[in-house]
C-alpha cells in the first residue's frame, strides 16, 4: 500500500509565492519518478512537473522558469516552489507517483491565486 499526503496549499496574491510538499509512505520502488499536476476550474487535468529518482526533471511550458521542483529520495518527498503566481495557476494540484508500471495519487491540495 502505497500513501501520498501533500501539504502547503492555500491562497496567495499575485506574483507571491507557495511551497508544495508531498511525502509517500508505503512499499515504494527506489527507481521512481514523483511530480505534480494540477486541475484547473472546467480544465484536464495537466503536468506541473515531475522528476525521476536520477534527478532527470520535466516542466509544464507554462510553469518553465518560475516553479521549481526538487526531492528528497531519503524522505520519499518531492517539493514543489511556486514562484511569480498568476491566477490562472489556481487549481487543485495532485502529487503523482510512479514505478513499476504503477501510478498512485494524492487527495489534492487548493491553490488558489487571488487578489
Known amino acids: 500500500q502505497v500513501h501520498l499526503v501533500e501539504s502547503g496549499g492555500g491562497l496567495v496574491q499575485p506574483g507571491g509565492s507557495l511551497r508544495l510538499s508531498c511525502a509517500a509512505s508505503g512499499s515504494i520502488y527506489s527507481i521512481n519518478v514523483m511530480g505534480w499536476y494540477r486541475q484547473g476550474p472546467g480544465k484536464e487535468r495537466e503536468l506541473v512537473a515531475n522528476?525521476?529518482?536520477?534527478?532527470?526533471?520535466n516542466y509544464g511550458d507554462s510553469v518553465k522558469g518560475r516553479f521549481t521542483i526538487s526531492r528528497d529520495n531519503a524522505k520519499n518527498t518531492v517539493y514543489l516552489q511556486m514562484n511569480s503566481l498568476k491566477p490562472e495557476d489556481t487549481a487543485v494540484y495532485y502529487c503523482?507517483?510512479?514505478?513499476?508500471?504503477?501510478?498512485?495519487w494524492g487527495q489534492g491540495t487548493q491553490v488558489t491565486v487571488s487578489s
Open positions: 503523482n507517483l510512479w514505478f513499476r508500471s504503477s501510478t498512485y
Open positions: 522528476m525521476a529518482s536520477g534527478g532527470t526533471t
